[in-house]
DNA sequence: CGAGAGTCCTGAAGGC
DNA sequence: TGCCTTCAGGACTCTC
């Protein structure tokens, strides 16, 4: 499932192939995801140029001209969605929703989503403003994050800090995987109230969030040069984890075994002997 | 405002 | 073998 290392692997991948091209045909199989896609977006984009690809959070942003009287295409890949380049002599399989034609090579980018979580979206004008970003926390490997940031937001806070930190008013991109994967590299356990966790702890947090990050963007980075397939299948690496989908195996720092429960309907993972 | 539950959807996995 | 149930997940939206 995307978290954001696979987004941001996905705008590098699709960046050589968007960036200067313009689009000349759009074709909307099924417009219903998380939200409808906008009836009009043919309209707005055929014949304009794709001046960038952006990431906020999860979320990309293709600048479509909006410089130009365009806009911004925004781009959610939910849980189970993948942008890919390709061609039109490759039938669309199911779940292939949308397809954005360019006039480069006849390269064409395909979203497949079976379980439409995922969003696209317009926003006109030359400044990607829209409610899902307005107020989206700091960028988690950006300056603005720190620990700092967390232990001022999570003052009086009683919820657990794994649901804080996966709040992206609090900080975007840190989905349900590396929650848990950077709260056993900071070595908290995930049931403590947020607001009860001292500034120095939310430094180490905040360094293993960057870390475990950085690590997973890395590993996508070493499959980017196949990760448009000719099949079209997105070449995701297989994350190796700490903890997540661990449950009953031993830890792999002490042997003991790795903890599931439930917080907020969500699955997590813990040491019970790492993680305090 | 915060906290918790509900919601969308499909495919995989498990039970019988 | 095949049907049925349960679960997973991102993140908005609703209720209290």
């Known amino acids: 499932m995307p978290e954001l290392p696979e987004v941001e692997t996905t705008r590098r991948g699709l960046l050589p192939h968007l960036v200067g091209a313009t689009i000349i045909d759009v074709t909307v199989r099924e417009a219903r995801l998380r939200w409808p896609i906008p009836a009009g977006l043919k309209k707005r984009i055929v014949?304009?140029?794709?001046?960038?690809?952006?990431?906020?959070?999860?979320?990309?942003l293709w600048d479509v001209?909006?410089?130009?009287?365009g806009g911004f295409l925004l781009c959610h890949l939910g849980m189970s969605g993948s942008l890919f380049a390709t061609t039109a002599s490759v039938a669309p399989v199911k779940h292939d929703h949308v397809d954005i034609v360019l006039n480069v090579n006849k390269t064409l980018i395909r979203y497949h989503d079976p379980r439409r979580f995922g969003a696209m979206l317009w926003i006109d004008g030359a400044i990607p403003?829209?409610?899902l970003l307005d107020r989206l926390g700091p960028e988690p490997l950006s300056d603005d994050?720190?620990?700092a940031h967390l232990f001022r937001l999570s003052r009086n806070r009683a919820v657990s800090v794994k649901e804080f930190i996966m709040n992206a008013h609090v900080v975007v991109g840190v989905g349900n995987i590396y929650a848990s994967e950077a709260l056993f590299g900071a070595g908290i356990r995930p049931t403590i109230a947020a607001g009860r966790i001292s500034r120095a702890r939310y430094g180490l947090l905040v360094a293993a969030i960057r870390q475990t990050l950085t690590?997973?963007?890395?590993?996508?980075?070493?499959?980017?040069?196949?990760?448009v397939k000719a099949d079209g299948e997105p070449g995701y690496f297989q994350l190796v984890t700490m903890v997540y989908d661990r449950a009953q195996t031993p830890c792999r720092v002490c042997n003991t075994l790795v903890k599931m429960i439930r917080q907020g309907q969500r699955s997590t993972y813990f040491c019970p002997r790492c993680q305090h």
Do not use: E
């Open 47 to 60: 014949s304009r140029v794709i001046h960038g690809v952006a990431r906020r959070g999860k979320y990309l």
């Open 65 to 69: 001209a909006s410089a130009d009287g």
């Open 129 to 131: 403003t829209h409610p």
């Open 145 to 147: 994050f720190d620990g």
């Open 215 to 227: 690590n997973a963007i890395a590993a996508g980075g070493t499959s980017l040069r196949d990760y």
